[in-house]
Structure formats: C-alpha cells, structure tokens
C-alpha cells in the first residue's frame, strides 16, 4: 500500500526565513493531497488540498508543489512568522490505500525571533 | 455548517479501567466518520472508518471498539484500558468515500491519559 516518508521532523527558521518541507510518496496512482497545520494541543486545520492535476497551488503565505514525476509534495512557507509555529503533516489519498488518507509523521515548525 | 463536537476533552484513567469517547456532527446528513489516534508527538493512525448507521470498519487493532448508534454520532470505547491507549483521539468526517471530497474535517480531540 502507499507509504509517506516526510522530512524533516523538525525544523526551526528565523522569523521572515522560508521553511521547507517535503513528503515523497510511493503509489503513481495518488490522486488527492492534502497538507494540516496542528498548533499545540489542538486539532488539525486543513490547510489546502491539491490535485493531480495541478503543480503549482498558492495558498496565504505557503505555497504547495505536486511533482508526479517525483513522488513528491512539497510546503513552502514563505516569510514564516511565531503563528506559523506548528506541526504540520502531509497526506496522501490513493487507490492502493483504499482510499483511505495516509499521513506522513509531521514536521514540527518553531519559527523564532 | 457543519460542526463537529467531541467529548469528552480530556480523560484521566487507570489501566483496567472502561473508556468511552464520543463524537457528533451537526450539519451534514449521512457523513463518513473516522477514529484517528495519535500517540504524543506523533503521526495519526486511523482506527475505524463508517460509511453508515450501523456499520464499522476497523482499521488497526488496538483493543478499542467503534459503533455507530445514530447517523451524526460515532463513539471510541474500550472495556480495559492499557497503557498504550494513551494519546490524542481525533474524529472526522468527510463528505465522500474515495471521491474527489474525500477530505477530512477534524474535530479539537480528546487528551487520554491512561496511568
């Protein structure tokens, strides 16, 4: 079935630095693709889903690039700010998975001063 | 809308003991519900999945049960904690099985502390 592997599990970027993180995935046959934020303590807000179809997906400060080619989903946040501070975890739904969403194990974000 | 309401927020209970966990969506008829588990500080293991009043899928075992008693009601329980139930159990929704909605809407979660 699919595998996620995302890296890193931890990152920590300089208030106004971009923050990079990325997810590789195992089946060619994905489809949807998911990136959640979960600040502290709390549940996990959707930040944006993507499609196949679709390489290049801005959201509010982050972007998101799909690379079929690759196996890769990739969460950019440009000029990170302390409310970026969070785990974040991609997800991927396929065929192989029985359309059940398959997470990867996170990257907690500490954005610092 | 659609809210999503958990309960209770969090739990502190001995090993041995029963556990019951609850889960209600308001807004939207006849949603996929879904337990996820998630061990502190790490990724999210779905344990059950519904499509229907009635009918439960499990998707790992971990001495946990799941029912589905009404259409927006979902519960989590367990006749004997262990140690390894501790963690934070978060249930969803979404509008689709497999379809192109087949996003996940998450509730806030329920802290277990098993001691």
Redesign the interface.
Known sequence: GEQVEQRPPHLSVREGDSAFITCTYTDPNSY?F?W?KQEP??????LM?V?SSTEINEGQGFTVLLNKKDKRLSLNLTAAHPGDSAAY?C?V?STSSG???V????T?LKVYL | AQTIHQWPVAEIKAVGSPLSLGCTIKGKSSPNLYWYWQATGGTLQQLFYSITVGQVESVVQLNLSASRPKDDQFILSTEKLLLSHSGFYLCAWSLDWGGVQNTLYFGAGTRLSVL
């Open positions: 949807y998911f959640y303590g709390a549940s996990l807000q959707l889903k499609f975890f997800a739904s359309q059940k969403l997470f990867g194990q996170g907690i």
